[in-house]
């Protein structure tokens, strides 16, 4: 059976939920404050609901069907959160990892494995750079309210940004190259605009490791507002790349 391709919206959604959920789960509870969790967790919980209601307005049910399922138990881990439970959320945080991935996966489904593959792969090396990249810039806020707090939750972030980025450009590359040696007819041989290429590369991955060099030496030196601040610049860069690669399946 088919299965039907999810909206672009759902799509990013689901995307930047699993990274989420997932850089979550590498977040240290005894260091970190319960309000950065509970935010987190809430903004989850809005990306799913915002993805099952594309979902559900475009036709399409059968994920939608476990978007909304996932959702619910998103209420839950944000109430076993808010609640100072981390033993109780963290499973349903990784549940909700291991649900939007598999999403993830089953929608990437291609004629061809090795387009499966590379689609699926694509999805979500997306979403762990989305996830480490935001949680990042969240997680810089919550040093304004606690200076005191350790600086190694934040190093770990930065250093995921960096492993997802070289992750995300080895697999577009190799998207890339699927588009230009793949058959007329398939999902990877629909037409790149230069301009979205050009943005795709140029801010989405070498603007964000700029962003991403620049931040890791402003947390090398404590300067965690400036990290904050730059941040914000490469949220807006992870931003425009992965829109972008929204637009073809060559773009990764």
């Not at 090795?114 to 090396?125: D, H, S």
């Not at 601040?229 to 949220?235: E, P, Q, T």
Request: hydrophobic share 55%; proline share 6%; charged share 10%.
């Amino acid at each position: 059976m088919p299965i039907p391709m999810i909206p672009l919206l759902a799509d990013f959604a689901i995307r930047l939920a699993c990274g989420l959920a997932l850089l979550l789960l590498a977040t240290p509870w005894r260091i970190v404050p319960p309000a950065f969790f509970r935010t987190h967790s809430q903004i989850i919980l809005g990306l799913l609901v915002l993805a099952a209601l594309d979902m559900s307005r475009a036709g399409v049910n059968a994920p939608a069907g476990v978007i909304i399922g996932t959702a619910v138990l998103g209420y839950f881990a944000t109430v076993s959160w808010g609640l100072g439970l981390p033993r109780l959320a963290l499973p349903m945080s990784g549940a909700i990892a291991l649900a939007t991935a598999g999403i993830l996966v089953v929608v990437s489904r291609e004629p061809g494995a090795e387009a499966w593959t590379l689609t699926a792969c694509g999805r979500l090396a997306s979403a762990f750079l989305m996830g480490s990249t935001f949680t990042a810039m969240l997680l810089g806020h919550h040093y304004l309210t606690a200076p005191a707090m350790s600086i190694s939750p934040l190093r770990r972030f930065v250093k995921c940004m960096g492993w997802g980025l070289g992750i995300r450009v080895f697999i577009a590359g190799l998207s890339l190259w699927f588009w230009l040696y793949s058959p007329s007819g398939s999902s990877h041989s629909a037409g790149v605009s230069p301009l979205f290429l050009t943005i795709r590369w140029g801010m989405g991955f070498a603007g964000l490791a700029v962003a991403t060099v620049m931040t890791w030496k402003t947390v090398e030196i404590r300067s965690t507002q400036s990290a904050t601040g730059i941040l914000y610049i490469a949220v807006i860069f992870v931003l425009l790349g992965e829109l972008t690669s929204l637009y073809s399946p060559a773009m990764g």
